[in-house]
């Protein structure tokens, strides 16, 4: 599925320059800054969230978790959750995981976190798996109006010895749009016999 026409053309009719990324299939923040060579900070990784009784889109650095408690105190909202796929996929009328980083299209506001302002450009979710885009992260907060916070908070992941999925950024891995995928992994501990 190529990068929706909608995109192109909110990209062109705003004068954004951008670039359009084809890549090999991914599904995860993580695989798309391998397959394209990027640092993961230089990754938006794009979540639907519902504050009180609205929808929103949040772009966070790809290193990052979203922090609802922060979110929550930027939106000034009581209660912020993270719908499921199915209720993303109803307010967004689309296939689960495939959401862009454009909420303009869905006629949601954007809350953009502040840490993706320290890349100059960034790559974002175009709703497809197997292209995205480029574009000056300014860019991207100026034409979707975006409200701008500290909503993140960096991920503390440890490196996992002999786990082929940590590799390949297979199994459990940072979502790169989606809802519902941002819980804390569990950590667990092997214990050594002692002989």
């Not at 639907?48 to 909202?77: E, F, H, Q, R, T």
């Not at 960096?154 to 082929?164: A, M």
């Amino acid at each position: 599925m190529p990068t929706p026409k909608k995109i192109l053309s909110y990209l062109n009719a705003n004068k954004i320059k951008h670039e359009i990324l084809k890549h090999k299939k991914v599904f995860t923040a993580y695989d798309a800054a391998q397959t394209l060579g990027e640092d993961i900070k230089k990754i938006a990784k794009t979540l639907l969230v519902k504050a009180d009784k609205d929808y929103y889109i949040v772009s966070v650095p790809a290193n990052m978790n979203l922090d609802i408690k922060k979110l929550g105190a930027a939106l000034k909202a009581k209660k912020v959750s993270i719908p499921n796929e199915k209720d993303m996929a109803k307010v967004c009328k689309i296939k689960p995981g495939a959401m862009s980083a454009f909420g303009s299209l869905y006629k949601l506001p954007v809350v953009l976190d502040k840490g993706l302002l320290k890349a100059k450009d960034a790559v974002f979710s175009t709703g497809d798996f197997m292209e995205s885009v480029r574009l000056k992260v300014k860019d991207y907060a100026d034409v979707e109006g975006a409200i701008l916070g500290n909503v993140g908070v960096v991920r503390k992941v440890k490196p996992q010895k002999n786990n082929p999925s940590a590799s390949s950024g297979r199994g459990k891995a940072i979502p790169r749009c989606g809802s519902g995928q941002e819980k804390q992994k569990s950590k667990t501990t092997k214990k050594k016999k002692k002989k």
